[in-house]
């Protein structure tokens, strides 16, 4: 199983949160990523590429590769801090 997948990586659950309801609210995923992630995919609009079951931490496994596509998803805390995960696509 593979899925494509865009993140934004903040260090507060509060954060998280705020920017979850901007993207549900019609802020675009990709913006606030590259305005917010700590991660050096926010440069890229949180863009992770593709990649398969095993190769990201169990936490975001999960969600990647059971929730919804489509959607963001989150927070998910990990070992680096809270993410918020839009699920691009996914192939059995």
Not at 41 to 65: I, W
Request: one cysteine or more.
């Amino acid at each position: 199983m593979r899925a494509k997948a865009r993140h934004i990586l903040v260090d507060s659950m509060e954060v998280a949160e705020s920017l979850k309801a901007d993207i549900d609210g019609g802020a675009d995923f990709g913006d606030v990523a590259k305005e917010h992630s700590t991660c050096p995919s926010g440069r890229e609009g949180g863009d992770l590429g593709e990649f398969g079951r095993g190769q990201m931490v169990p936490e975001f496994d999960e969600v990647v590769f059971s929730d919804e596509v489509g959607k963001t998803h989150g927070p998910v805390q990990t070992q680096f801090g809270y993410h918020l995960i839009e699920i691009t696509s996914r192939t059995d």
